[in-house]
């Protein structure tokens, strides 16, 4: 079943997450409860009224990159790239790790900060 492994490996992670950061899963747990409560699941409706808990979701799948690149692409021109010529033709894989620890856009990327 495509999916689940990814699936699986991510919740896995977030849970390990959590419990290094007992003030992020105290912060979570309290939007959790405030917009959903606890006598019900939540559902998409609820989405729009849970930034924090989207934000600890996204911070996982970043934090924890368990597919490090995407699928192959093929230039459809020559093109230079950062000082580098890359020519039409040339199949590429885009590195996820590196954008998800870039310190330029995330400033401390070995942190594990949802906000």
Sequence with gaps: M??????STTLAWMCAYLICHP???EKLQDEI????????LPNLSNRSSM???E???NESMRFSTIIPFS???KVSEDIEFHGYSIPK???IAPNFYTAHFD?????DPHNFRPE
């Design 2 to 7: 495509a999916g689940a492994e990814t699936t």
């Design 23 to 25: 003030q992020v899963q």
């Design 33 to 40: 409860d405030r917009v959903v409560g606890r006598e019900r």
């Design 51 to 53: 930034p924090y808990t």
């Design 55 to 57: 934000a600890v979701i």
């Design 71 to 73: 699928i192959f692409h």
């Design 89 to 91: 033709d040339t199949m």
């Design 103 to 107: 310190e330029d856009v995330w400033g």
